[in-house]
């Protein structure tokens, strides 16, 4: 049996793309509790925004933003996830 380690790779990475996708939807959209790392792509994505300074205050800024907002965090990071 032979196994492209390219394909392979591809396969992997789209599923780990789609796995964050779902688990971001979750935490900003439907706000379960979040996954690692969901939690590090929201935090990373306001900290670089300048919406937050320190990476401990994504959880209250969330807790204070409209569902607009957390829609179009989601919308950013689900777009750049694209590129990857």
Known sequence: MLVRLGELQRV?????????RRDLRQYLIERRGP???AFNAVARSLYVAGAIDNFGLA???????TIQERAELFSLIATSLLGK
Do not use: H, I
């Open 12 to 20: 992997y990475r789209a599923e780990q793309r789609k796995t964050l």
């Open 35 to 37: 996954t690692s790392g």
């Open 59 to 65: 959880d209250q800024w969330l807790s204070g933003a």
